[in-house]
């Protein structure tokens, strides 16, 4: 259990630097008495700078949907970790199931990527999860251990102080299906075993594990109260002011105190 929950939302190939703005503006002042919970805003590269106009004077944080492993160079359409920083971000979400099956990103980049995005200084949300295919062939536990070792390779003890997981079954993600409350306890039991594996229990205990897949406002309660689940990463319901905001006010409510 973390002291703070957590719920990001992922605006992935949404929202102008207009709409962006106006839509943080609004969800700022329906959160100031949200003391609770971190909030985390994911716009796309363009609009990252002008949000962060309102965000920094704000505890809301501000993440990138992805980035290059590189630290410069001939990447044409990359964008690097510096460039990042200068924009205000401070999570990266890196290995998203849209990067993994839509642009086949593999695992070894996604662990380049989680690598370069700590030692600069940034925070990777590392996204897990397995296909429908691969729950039906009682895969799951393999494949999150699979992509846990290959992510997490060459991380320090000390470094993990800085990683979130999220565990995104790949059949949930902006499909309406929902995990249940089993399945997802199960993932999130499995997910912190693994990492007590190959780091420590004080490790695994501390560390923050995201669900995400069709989270709304009227299933973020019996999520948010599942063993193990730390908060949300949010894709369609991040896109509206009301449910959004919503579903953080929930979690604020609902996440179990130690
Ligand atoms: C996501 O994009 O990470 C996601 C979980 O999307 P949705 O909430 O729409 O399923």
Known sequence: MINKPIVAGNWKMFKTPQEGFSFVEECVNLLLKIKEVNVIFSPPFTALFHIESILKHTPLALAAQNVHYADKGAFT???STDMLSACGVEYV???HSERRHVFNEPNDWINKKVLTVLRAGLKPILCIGETLEQRKS?????VLKEQLVAGLAGVSENEMAN????YEPVW???TGEIASVA???EAHGDTRNIVEDLYNHNIARNIAILYGGSVKPENSEELIKCPGVDGFLIGGAALKVDSFTNIIKIVQDNYPKE
């Open 93 to 95: 979400i890196i290995g």
């Open 138 to 142: 009682n895969e799951t536990q393999q």
């Open 172 to 174: 949930a993600i902006g």
């Open 183 to 185: 399945q997802v306890t």
């Open 77 to 79: 359409g990359e964008i």
């Open 163 to 166: 990683v979130v997981i999220a």
